[in-house]
Structures are given as C-alpha cells and as structure tokens.
C-alpha cells in the first residue's frame, strides 16, 4: 500500500470517528427526546410518592418533555428498584432511591436483585428528613422523653412500638434509641407506614419514630416528644431534638435520584443541574418544609459518596436490629 493510500485511509478512519463523536455529542445535546420514567418503588400516596410528584412536573418543563412518575411498589422497595438496575442506560429511566432501598436493604435480603453501588448512577439527592418520636394515647400519662425513658428502664414491658416493617428505617431509628437509652420496648411492625400510624393515634401501640408524623401532632392525635435533627425543625420547633434532651442521637431518612449505570454523565449532568435549580425555587422549598422535608442538592458525587458512607453506618444499625437474613 503507498503512502498516500495508507495517508488517505486514515483520514477516512478519523472522518468517521469524528462523525460518530459529533452525532453523540448531538444525541446528548437532545436529550430527552421522549417522556422520562421515573419510577417510585412503593405504592402512590407515601412520602416517596408525594416527593417525586412534586418535582416531576417542574423537572418536566425543564426537561422539555413530560417525567412520568411509575409506581414498582413490592418487597420493600426491591422490585422498583430492581427493574430500574435492568433499565437501558439511555437516560429514560430514573429512580426514587431512598433509605431502605439503597442503605439498608443490602443488609437485610440475602438475595438482593440490584447492588445499590454498583447497578446505578447517582444523579443528586433530593432530601434529609428528621424523624419525631410521637406517643398516642395509650401513653397520655408520659411528660416528656425523659419520663418515658424512666417509666421504660422502670418496667421493661412498658413500651412498645410502630414501624413500617423490620428493617425500615423506622424499626432501625427506634433501636438505635433504645440502644442509646437502655430501655426495653417490644417492636410490632406493620405493613407500611400508614397502618403504623393509624394503630399509634388508636392506641393500640405506644410509640413510633418516623418522619410522617407532622400533620397527626398538628391535629392532636399524636404528640411529639423529640427530633432526631442535629437541631430543631421549622415544622415542628417547639419540639426539643433528642441532643437537647441527653440522648446523643443524630438520625435521618432521605431520598435521591438515580439512574442506570452507565448512563451518559452528560444526561446525569443535566438532570442534576435541573433538579438543583427546582430544588432552590421558595416555592418547592416551602411545601417540603411544611411537611417536615429537608431539600438537600449538591453533585453527583456528593450523592455518591454520601450512599456509600449510609451504606456503612446502616449496616452497623441493621445488625444491631437483629434484622438482617431476609
């Protein structure tokens, strides 16, 4: 082959390459170009629910295209999450991550269908919520956390406990309370937290930690004996932290955003860059203080590295449960 032959092939191979480069770049450029599914991993009406509603239709008009919110409820969360791990990386799929689907759930199934760190992409995390520690009525004698805490040490079958089910985020919390505490209270768990509460305001357990207690305490049903912040809360700030109070305890739920692994940075770019702007907006901002939900934002990587430090802190606390083997 001469010279300018071999000369004129690699021109040829780099044309080509350049074209391809340019029709990608193109292609993230447009992105999206159809409706966006963002699935919910638990059944409509829960806070999972309520969050990724509220952002899908701002995020849809930035985007330029509509974000469909899918409920994938099943197996605490598995079975959303799973079908997402599956999902084309090609940016039209997206994942409420939260909690128990990406920090606790690898410790408590023996045969999880995804790996949190591994099957997906952080795109940014959406929130950081305080939980309460709310008493019903079967508790109307209590004055405060540290009554409670010494009616408890007092009589070990004094107090028992909602929670959305072993190895929630709400069984974890409330542990980790008795754990930092030394109390004994019995653990009855329920099939979500709607049932949790309904059984709390009707007196059939005495106690629940949680982060879906604010409209209950508002209407009397419930009454908050402290927060798991580092501080006190905007929706409830009568309410002492648990800090406040002699009980060194720093717990909080969230929620994220993912996608695919794989999925093109510059797409995950994107939505970060969109879903970071909403989250500023007063308006957004105000309707998620109401219900007790810290707006976080930041990177990619800051979402990243923040799964990865919960994935140990929660391992600790789940086999502190005993929750662990699914």
């Known amino acids: 082959m001469t010279r300018i032959s071999n000369i004129t092939r690699r021109m040829a191979i780099l044309a080509t390459g350049a074209a391809l480069l340019a029709g990608a770049a193109q292609a993230q450029g447009d992105w999206p170009q159809s409706p966006v599914k963002l699935i919910v991993p638990y059944p409509p009406g829960g806070n999972t629910d309520l969050i990724a509603r509220t952002l899908a239709e701002p995020l849809s008009a930035e985007l330029g295209q509509p974000v469909v919110v899918e409920n994938r409820a099943g197996a605490g969360g598995t079975v959303g999450v799973g079908e997402a791990s599956r999902a084309a990386a090609d940016g039209y799929t997206l994942v409420v991550g939260d909690i128990a689907t990406m920090g606790i759930n690898p410790h408590v199934y023996d045969n999880l269908v995804y790996d949190p760190l ?15 520690l709310g008493i ?3 508790l109307e004698e209590v004055t405060d956390l540290s009554d409670l805490i010494a009616r408890a040490k007092a009589d070990p079958e004094y107090l028992d406990y909602a929670s959305a089910g072993v190895g929630t985020a709400q069984h974890l919390a409330f542990e980790y309370f ?3 505490t030394g109390i004994e209270a019995l653990h009855i768990p329920y099939k979500g937290s709607a049932p949790a509460r309904t059984a709390l305001m009707a007196g059939e357990v005495g106690a629940m930690i949680d982060g879906t207690l604010v409209p209950m305490i508002r209407d009397g049903s419930i009454r908050a004996l402290a927060v798991t912040a580092g501080e006190r ?11 406040e ?11 994220g955003i993912l996608a695919p692994a794989g999925t093109d940075p510059a797409i995950i770019g994107k939505v ?3 879903l970071d702007e909403i989250m500023a907006r007063p308006e957004i901002a105000e309707r998620f203080t109401s219900l007790n939900i810290g707006l976080v934002g930041g990177s990619p990587e800051d979402f990243g590295a923040f799964v990865t430090e919960q994935a ?5 606390l789940v086999e502190l449960s005993g929750a662990a083997g699914k």
């Open 312 to 316: 140990k802190v929660l391992g600790d």
């Open 272 to 274: 970060n860059a969109a």
């Open 136 to 138: 019903g009525p079967r």
């Open 245 to 255: 109070q002699g009980v060194d305890m720093v717990y909080t739920s969230w929620h």
């Open 178 to 180: 008795r754990s930092l």
């Open 118 to 132: 591994g099957d997906f992409a952080p795109v940014i995390q959406v929130t950081s919520i305080p939980l309460v």
């Open 233 to 243: 809360v905007p929706a409830l700030p009568d309410v002492p932290t648990m800090k």
